[in-house]
């Protein structure tokens, strides 16, 4: 492994392989920092090549079926995390040997996937044994998420890794203890073991993920798919079982949108629920809409099992200013309910499985005798544009000082930033930004939903997993498209190619009212699952 130091650019030099003294800065660290990432995957646990056949898309049986894990391992891997939480606590399962599991598994998902950005097995196995140890003398456990096992999205701090954020700049320039993350130091408190880190696209802006550092992430039910962003990485290893229970982030979509494309459960925050202290942004500063933190797991237990101890631990009270003092409360949600669902906004209209998905929901609430509407929005565009004026007012200038410091590239999909500081766009200006900060506000009292813009209301919403692309059901209809954001959609779509690839379905609520929205997730998810066990499934 090459020397890790805390200084400037120029320092890094010493850090990349011999031989590539040709290659321009940034590949070099990039070339380095994968080639650490392998030595932290013990030979034991990795897969024979041509185990997996290149063409072999779906791959979430792998894990079960290599031969690494063992059997007891393959049962840890499978339970969700509250269960483990409770078989860890009853001394039925001890810290380290679900940690231990959970290492492995992840190990094999970076090697089908490529989800993993910083791995620290060895020391998460130290915890865990401590943990173990500890609990073993007390009887008392650490806290609501004892021994559990818990992967957290690159950005955020953990002392002795990068938070890269998919620059090169930002590589060899480990956290130390003091700059850890709000959340990574909540998560210990309440006896989370912390074992990985995972990939993420460029600065955090991109709804796929990739970057020039670890490359890209694939989706597991379908490896020529994507598995989302900015939290794609965390997507990935949370639907291979690599993990029981994981933290992202989401500015404009970027826990949703890879929950979803994964089939996962997950919960997007209004700004000041849980802390964001210590992360790691590639766009700081930017306050116009705000970052948020949230849990992403396999069921709606596991992700209020973690809201639910992060508020307990009363962020408002320790280093976070931006924490609001709001105490988890406990609610009941009444037995009926009524849901509006929006099937077209008029501008893009979702594509069949997507549609599916959302009608075979509103099918599942009314057999469980709730109430179902649909309403329209006057004015959808109006609000994407908004959503563009409020981000753009950092972004193009962040990231491009942060891609000179080695130099890297821009990458795909950013032409439009990269015009920006070459000139042949209008930045935006202070009172351009009031503006529009103005605007969103103004519009607050008006628009109540919108699947991709909650960012800007600062409304919280969730995910809820409903099935798969179909090749029968799911059929490209004719249909002609109305403008040219949807032809761009639609001429890619077919259903061939995104067989396997899991479809979900987003609840919204209002602002700060994340307690309530569980609460009709629950009820969602539950009249989903009764619905599907009457069909047979």
């Given at each position: 492994?090459?020397?890790?130091?805390?200084?400037?650019?120029?320092?890094?030099?010493?850090?990349?392989?011999?031989?590539?003294?040709?290659?321009?800065?940034?590949?070099?660290?990039?070339?380095?920092?994968?080639?650490?990432?392998?030595?932290?995957?013990?030979?034991?646990?990795?897969?024979?090549?041509?185990h997996?056949?290149?063409?072999?898309?779906?791959?979430?049986?792998?894990?079960?079926?290599?031969?690494?894990?063992?059997?007891?391992?393959?049962?840890?891997?499978?339970l969700?995390?509250?269960?483990?939480?409770?078989?860890?606590?009853?001394?039925?399962?001890?810290?380290?040997?679900?940690?231990?599991?959970?290492?492995?598994?992840?190990?094999?998902?970076?090697?089908?996937?490529?989800?993993?950005?910083?791995?620290?097995?060895?020391?998460?196995?130290?915890?865990?044994?401590?943990?173990?140890?500890?609990?073993?003398?007390?009887?008392?456990?650490?806290?609501?998420?004892?021994?559990?096992?818990?992967?957290?999205?690159?950005?955020?701090?953990?002392?002795?890794?990068?938070?890269?954020?998919?620059?090169?700049?930002?590589?060899?320039?480990?956290?130390?203890?003091?700059?850890?993350?709000?959340?990574?130091?909540?998560?210990?408190?309440?006896?989370?073991?912390?074992?990985?880190?995972?990939?993420?696209?460029?600065?955090?802006?991109?709804?796929?993920?990739?970057?020039?550092?670890?490359?890209?992430t694939?989706n597991?039910?379908?490896?020529?798919?994507?598995?989302?962003?900015?939290?794609?990485?965390?997507?990935?290893?949370?639907?291979?079982?690599?993990?029981?229970?994981?933290?992202?982030?989401?500015?404009?979509?970027?826990?949703?949108?890879?929950?979803?494309f994964?089939?996962?459960?997950?919960?997007?925050?209004?700004?000041?629920?849980?802390?964001?202290?210590g992360?790691?942004?590639?766009?700081?500063?930017?306050?116009?809409?705000?970052?948020?933190?949230?849990?992403?797991?396999?069921?709606?237990?596991?992700?209020?099992?973690?809201?639910?101890?992060?508020?307990k631990?009363?962020?408002w009270?320790?280093?976070?200013?931006?924490?609001?003092?709001?105490?988890?409360?406990?609610?009941?949600?009444?037995?009926?309910?009524?849901?509006?669902?929006?099937?077209?906004?008029?501008?893009?209209?979702p594509?069949?499985?997507?549609?599916?998905?959302?009608?075979?929901?509103?099918?599942?609430?009314?057999a469980?005798?709730?109430?179902?509407?649909?309403?329209?929005?006057?004015?959808?565009?109006?609000?994407?544009?908004?959503?563009?004026?409020?981000?753009?007012?950092?972004?193009?200038?962040?990231?491009?000082?942060?891609?000179?410091?080695?130099?890297?590239?821009?990458?795909?999909?950013?032409?439009?930033?990269?015009?920006?500081?070459?000139?042949?766009?209008?930045?935006?200006t202070?009172?351009?930004?009031?503006?529009?900060?103005?605007?969103?506000?103004?519009y607050?009292?008006?628009?109540?939903?919108?699947?991709?813009?909650?960012?800007v209301?600062?409304?919280?919403?969730?995910?809820?997993?409903?099935?798969?692309?179909?090749?029968?059901?799911?059929?490209?209809?004719s249909?002609?498209?109305?403008?040219?954001?949807?032809?761009?959609?639609?001429?890619?779509y077919?259903?061939g190619?995104?067989?396997?690839?899991?479809?979900?379905?987003?609840?919204?609520?209002?602002?700060?009212?994340?307690?309530?929205?569980?609460?009709?997730?629950?009820?969602?998810?539950?009249?989903?699952?009764?619905?599907?066990?009457?069909?047979?499934?």
């Amino acid at each position: 492994m090459g020397d890790v130091t805390n200084g400037s650019t120029s320092d890094r030099k010493s850090a990349v392989p011999e031989g590539t003294k040709d290659l321009p800065l940034y590949e070099r660290i990039a070339l380095e920092k994968r080639a650490n990432r392998e030595r932290s995957i013990p030979e034991e646990w990795r897969l024979p090549k041509g185990h997996v056949p290149e063409d072999q898309l779906n791959v979430t049986d792998v894990p079960m079926h290599c031969g690494i894990l063992t059997e007891k391992e393959c049962e840890i891997t499978e339970l969700a995390a509250a269960e483990l939480v409770e078989r860890i606590q009853s001394r039925e399962l001890s810290s380290y040997e679900v940690t231990l599991a959970f290492c492995k598994r992840a190990a094999i998902a970076q090697q089908l996937v490529n989800c993993l950005s910083e791995i620290f097995f060895e020391k998460a196995l130290q915890t865990a044994a401590a943990l173990d140890a500890e609990y073993a003398v007390s009887g008392i456990a650490a806290g609501p998420l004892h021994g559990l096992p818990v992967s957290l999205k690159d950005c955020f701090q953990v002392e002795g890794t990068d938070a890269s954020i998919g620059f090169t700049a930002f590589s060899n320039e480990p956290a130390l203890e003091h700059e850890e993350s709000e959340i990574t130091k909540i998560m210990r408190q309440n006896g989370a073991v912390l074992f990985c880190k995972t990939n993420v696209p460029l600065g955090l802006m991109a709804g796929e993920t990739y970057n020039a550092i670890y490359g890209y992430t694939s989706n597991p039910y379908n490896r020529s798919l994507s598995s989302g962003g900015s939290s794609g990485g965390e997507s990935a290893l949370l639907a291979l079982k690599g993990a029981p229970l994981g933290v992202g982030t989401d500015v404009g979509g970027s826990i949703r949108i890879p929950a979803s494309f994964c089939g996962l459960y997950s919960l997007k925050p209004s700004f000041g629920r849980f802390p964001t202290f210590g992360l790691r942004d590639g766009l700081n500063g930017q306050e116009a809409v705000r970052n948020t933190v949230g849990p992403m797991a396999r069921s709606v237990r596991d992700i209020q099992l973690w809201s639910k101890t992060v508020i307990k631990s009363e962020p408002w009270m320790t280093s976070d200013p931006d924490c609001l003092p709001i105490p988890w409360r406990e609610l009941r949600i009444p037995d009926k309910l009524c849901f509006g669902i929006w099937l077209d906004d008029g501008i893009v209209k979702p594509l069949p499985p997507v549609t599916r998905a959302v009608l075979k929901t509103k099918a599942a609430l009314e057999a469980a005798g709730h109430s179902v509407i649909e309403f329209q929005v006057d004015d959808p565009l109006y609000l994407d544009t908004l959503k563009f004026d409020l981000y753009r007012s950092a972004t193009a200038e962040a990231l491009d000082k942060n891609l000179a410091k080695t130099p890297e590239p821009w990458p795909r999909g950013c032409e439009m930033l990269q015009a920006m500081v070459q000139g042949n766009t209008k930045a935006s200006t202070v009172y351009y930004l009031w503006n529009a900060q103005a605007k969103r506000t103004e519009y607050s009292f008006t628009y109540d939903n919108y699947t991709s813009l909650w960012n800007v209301l600062d409304y919280c919403a969730t995910t809820v997993p409903v099935s798969y692309v179909s090749l029968h059901e799911d059929a490209t209809p004719s249909y002609e498209s109305r403008n040219d954001s949807e032809r761009c959609v639609w001429k890619n779509y077919s259903p061939g190619t995104f067989a396997e690839a899991p479809v979900a379905v987003q609840l919204v609520g209002r602002r700060l009212n994340e307690e309530y929205l569980l609460g009709v997730t629950q009820k969602c998810d539950e009249a989903l699952k009764m619905s599907m066990s009457y069909r047979g499934y």
